[in-house]
């Protein structure tokens, strides 16, 4: 069974740009969550998508947005780049209601200058 | 609230010893903890839960306590080999939400 795949692995921006990343997941899981990870922060939750609809968002400003596609697959997208965007952006399918069921892709580092 | 990591605390085992790592959560509401293991490069990887009417949960080589009364998590490994260098992160959770609020981390590294 094909794990959690994220596209692209690197990733370089600059200040004001936008960007889009890409996540699909495991077969069969329709939950696909989203995760920031920075050194000073932490791993830190952005949204979760189920059904094509954000079920769950964390308290990141609005320059963070996501879709789910009718098969699973999901897309987040941040406008207007900031230094501090600069982060491993974490993409995890499940099967909702069972977190135990969780896997994470390898995520996609972005690096904005 | 959100898990603010500020500091990475490191914990250097023998290989063979048994390791502890632990944990303080936030959240006296939270009702799931997990406890995720992250190699480098890698995203973090699923090891083992446990549901807020337990105190204790084993899995192969790792042991999970919870202390509700303190809030504290903890995850023994035993028998520590070199592939359990990772970061270990505990995570919370509320199951009315299901979203994972994730601690802050520890190194753990296995000197052979």
């Known amino acids: 069974k094909a794990g959690v795949t994220q596209t692209p692995r690197y990733l370089i921006k600059t200040r004001g740009q936008q960007v889009t990343l890409s996540c699909s997941p495991i077969s069969g899981h329709r939950s696909v969550s989203w995760y920031q990870q920075t050194p000073g922060q932490g791993l830190q939750f952005l949204f979760e998508?189920?059904?094509?609809?954000?079920?769950n968002k964390g308290n990141f400003p609005g320059r963070f947005s996501g879709r789910q596609f009718s098969n699973s697959r999901s897309e987040m997208n941040v406008s207007t780049l900031e230094l501090g965007d600069s982060a491993l952006y974490l993409c995890?399918?499940?099967?909702?209601?069972?977190?135990?069921?969780?896997?994470f892709g390898p995520g996609t580092r972005l690096l904005v200058l | 609230g959100e898990s603010v990591g500020l500091h990475l605390p490191t914990l250097s085992v023998q290989e063979g010893d048994n390791s502890i790592i632990n944990c303080a959560y936030s959240n006296s509401a939270s009702d799931y903890f997990i406890w995720y293991k992250q190699e480098s490069g890698k995203g973090p990887q699923f090891i083992i839960d446990?549901?807020?009417?337990?105190d204790k949960r084993q899995g192969q080589r790792v042991t999970v306590l919870l202390n509700k009364t303190v809030k504290h998590l903890s995850l023994q490994i035993a028998a520590t080999q070199p592939g359990d260098s990772a970061v270990y992160f505990c995570a919370e959770m509320n199951f009315g939400n299901e979203k994972l609020t994730f601690g802050t981390g520890t190194r753990l590294t296995i000197i052979p």
């Open positions: 446990i549901r807020s009417n337990m």
């Open positions: 998508y189920f059904s094509e609809t954000q079920r």
């Open positions: 995890a399918s499940r099967v909702r209601g069972a977190l135990e069921t969780q896997y």
